[in-house]
C-alpha cells in the first residue's frame, strides 16, 4: 500500500480492526520475546543508584547484564514478560487500529494523509494505548523487574511471584489507581514515541516507494521494511528520554500518603538532578534504543507480513474488496 495513503494495497479498502489485532498482536508478541532482555536490563540501569555513593563505579548495560544473569540466571532477564505478553496483544491492537482509524480521519478528501496528519495521527495512538493498555501494564512489569532475587534459589521468595500476582497485590496494597501511576508521563512517553515512529517510517516508506515504482501502492521488501523501522524505532527514545527515566522511577515505588503525583515528579526529579546529575536522565539509553529500534524493526516487518498474508486470505472478517 501508498505510505501516505488509507487505501490498501492495489487500491484495496483499509484493513479491517479484526485484522489489526490479529496482525498487531503477532508482531507485539515477537518483538516481546526478542528483546524483552534489553528492556530488564533497561529497567535495572535506570533504577541503579550507584552514582550516589562517591566513588562508586556505575555500571554500563554489558556489566548490568552479566550481574543479572549472575545473581538472577538467564531468566532473570525475562522477569515481567508475562505482563507484557498478556497486555501485547491489546496495545499493539489498539496501536494500529487507532492509528488507522486517527489517519482516516485526518486524510483528505482523496484519501491522501500529510506529514503532519501522521504524525497527529501517531499521537493520538501512542496517547490511547497508553491510557487503555501500557500503564497499568508496566507498573507491574516494573515491580518485577526492579526485584532482586535469584530464580535459582527455592528460598530467595519474591514478592511478586507472576503478573497476576503482582497486580493483585498492588491493588490490594496500594488501590487500584495505582496500576495508572505514571499515566500522564507514559501518554507522553507512548504520544511522541509513536508520533516520531510513525511520521518517520511512513516517510522513509514513501521515499523507498517513489524510488522503487516497482512497489508503488505495494509493501516493499520485508528487509526493507527491517531496515526503515529500525531507523525510525531509534529516534523516539533520544527525543524523550528524561520521561522515561522519571516515569520508571514514579511506578517502581508506591506513593507517599496526601502526596499528588507532581509532587513525586518534581521530588524525583530535583532528587536525581542533585544526587546524580543531569545524565542520570538518561540513564538505560543505550538498552532502550537497543530495545526499542529492533522492537520496531520487527514489529513494522511481521506486522506488514501478516497483514498481507491476512488481507490476501479468504477470511470472511480481512474485507480485502476493492473499492468501487
Given at each position: ?190 504520544g511522541t514515541n509513536q508520533a516520531v515512529n510513525f511520521t518517520a517510517y511512513t516517510e522513509f516508506k514513501s521515499i523507498l516507494q ?84 529492533p522492537g520496531q524493526a520487527v514489529t513494522f516487518t511481521v506486522y506488514e507480513f501478516l497483514k498481507k498474508k491476512l488481507e490476501d486470505s479468504s477470511l470472511p472478517f480481512t474485507g480485502g474488496k476493492y473499492e468501487e
Open positions: 500500500m501508498s505510505a501516505k495513503s488509507v487505501k490498501g494495497e492495489g487500491g484495496k479498502k483499509p484493513a479491517t480492526a479484526a485484522v489489526n489485532l490479529i496482525a498487531g498482536g503477532g508482531a507485539g508478541m515477537m518483538e516481546a520475546l526478542v528483546c524483552h532482555p534489553l528492556d530488564t536490563i533497561k529497567v535495572r540501569m535506570q533504577l541503579s543508584t550507584r552514582a550516589r555513593a562517591p566513588g562508586t563505579k556505575k555500571r554500563g548495560f554489558y556489566q548490568t547484564g552479566k550481574e543479572i544473569v549472575k545473581r538472577e540466571t538467564a531468566f532473570g532477564l525475562y522477569k515481567g514478560l508475562g505482563a507484557v505478553l498478556s497486555g501485547i496483544v491489546p496495545k499493539m491492537a489498539i496501536r494500529f487500529t487507532s492509528y488507522e482509524w486517527y489517519k482516516q480521519a485526518l486524510a483528505d478528501k482523496n484519501g491522501v494523509v500529510t506529514s503532519k496528519a501522521t504524525f497527529f495521527a501517531g499521537l493520538g495512538a501512542g496517547v490511547t494505548e497508553a491510557v487503555a493498555v501500557v500503564t497499568p501494564m508496566e507498573v507491574v512489569k516494573i515491580r518485577m523487574q526492579a526485584q532482586y532475587h535469584s530464580l535459582s534459589d527455592p528460598l530467595d521468595v519474591p514478592k511478586y511471584r507472576s503478573a497476576p500476582h503482582a497486580a493483585l497485590t498492588v491493588i490490594k496494597e496500594e488501590g487500584f489507581g495505582a496500576l495508572y501511576r505514571g499515566v500522564s508521563l507514559t501518554a507522553l512517553r507512548q517513489k524510488a522503487q515504482p516497482q512497489y508503488d501502492n505495494k509493501n516493499l521488501p520485508a528487509y526493507q521494511t527491517t531496515l526503515i523501522g529500525l531507523v525510525s524505532g531509534a529516534m523516539g527514545p533520544f527525543s524523550n528520554a528524561p520521561i522515561d527515566t522519571i516515569k520508571t522511577r514514579l511506578q517502581k515505588t508506591p506513593a507517599e500518603p496526601g502526596q499528588s503525583a507532581i509532587t513525586r515528579i518534581v521530588n524525583i526529579t530535583n532528587a536525581m538532578f542533585k544526587q546524580e546529575g543531569p545524565r542520570a536522565f538518561y540513564k538505560g539509553i543505550t538498552p532502550r534504543v537497543m530495545r526499542v529500534a
